[in-house]
Structure formats: structure tokens, C-alpha cells
């Protein structure tokens, strides 16, 4: 199932995600719908606050962005419970984007690499470190669990510079390729 995706200004994405157990209702659904909705809006990563769930998971599939960049192989992977316990290596800028707060990318420093603790969609617990692109990715999406988009990592200028924008997104005045909603 394609949803819409929240956009910036609704109080889903400023929740503080929960924890889920292995019994939370339609799970192996709601992640089947999380990887639909994020391939529709040609995305990388999808957030379950996203879609209007303040639940700890995430999806992401870097394919898209390794073709585009590094050619590295693409990491399809599903992070439930997550918890990065080391941001380590380069700083690194590059300009992100997020389904959520459509039509404004900006520059985004972030560590090169983290090392995250996580259950798959089986419930498996993993401690694995990602580099690059998919670490990118990671920091991004996980950001999401804590009430928190790239926004707010930029300068209170840049924010001052995009505030009519930010205003459109939240009251859905925004051109998207894909439903969002307020
Ligand atoms: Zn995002």
C-alpha cells in the first residue's frame, strides 16, 4: 500500500518515537508499506513517523543514491529499535533531501560512518557498521525517531532564509511527484 507522506509543521514528526515488540499489530505490513511508499516518492529512506507512525523503524534502500554517486553496492535494509552507538570517522557534507520537507535540499554535515544496534523484520539483533551513503542514510532516518528532520541541523539564517518555504510545506502549498499530507 502507497500512503501519503507527512510533511514538516505536523506534530507526528516532532513525536519522540516509541519502541515496538515483535507482537505490534500488522508489523510485517507496515514495512511492506514503508518500502512501497518510499520507492513511489523515489526516496532512499522512510521513517514510520512518516507515515504517521511514532514507531522505532525505519527503511532504507540506497540503490538510487549509489548510482548516482559512488557505485558502491546498495544496502536494502530494515531497522527496527535502532540504536547508533558510535558516529565515527570524516565529517562530511552533502546536500540532503527528505520526502517530508519536499523541495529543499541543503548542505549537511555528517559523520562518514556510524556503528548501530538494531532488530531486522525478524526481530534479529544486528551490531553492524555502515560507511558512506547508507550511513548517511541512517543518521537521516534516525534523526526522524527523535522528533527531528534536517532542518533543524541548519544555521538560524538558513532557517530565517526558508521560512516562507517551510510555511508552503506545512500547509501543503508544495508541488510533489507523491500524495503528502499536512
Ligand atoms: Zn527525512
Redesign the pocket.
Known amino acids: 500500500m502507497i500512503l501519503p507522506i507527512i510533511v514538516y509543521g505536523s506534530p507526528v514528526l516532532r513525536k519522540e518515537a516509541t519502541n515496538i515488540e515483535k507482537d505490534y499489530p500488522d508489523l510485517q505490513n507496515i514495512i511492506a508499506t514503508l518500502f512501497e511508499t518510499m520507492y513511489h516518492a523515489k526516496g532512499v ?1 522512510l ?1 514510520a513517523p ?1 507515515i504517521g507512525l511514532p514507531i522505532c523503524l525505519f527503511v532504507i534502500d540506497s540503490e538510487k543514491m549509489e548510482e548516482e554517486n559512488s557505485g558502491a553496492i546498495p544496502v536494502k535494509c530494515v531497522f527496527i529499535n535502532p540504536e547508533i552507538v558510535e558516529f565515527f570517522g570524516e565529517d562530511t557534507p552533502y546536500n540532503e533531501g ?4 519536499p523541495g529543499i535540499n541543503e548542505d549537511i554535515v555528517r559523520k562518514s560512518s556510524v556503528k548501530i544496534w538494531y532488530q531486522d523484520e525478524n526481530f534479529v539483533e544486528h551490531e553492524t557498521i555502515f560507511t558512506g551513503m547508507p550511513a548517511r542514510i541512517i543518521q ?2 534516525y534523526d ?1 525517531l527523535f522528533g527531528k ?2 532542518v533543524d541541523k541548519l544555521s538560524p539564517l538558513k532557517k530565517t532564509l526558508l521560512k516562507g518555504k517551510l510555511r508552503d510545506i506545512s500547509t501543503g502549498r508544495v508541488e510533489t511527484k507523491y500524495k503528502i499530507k499536512v
Open positions: 529512506g521513517a512518516q527528505c520526502l517530508s520537507v537521516h532516518e526522524h528532520t534536517f
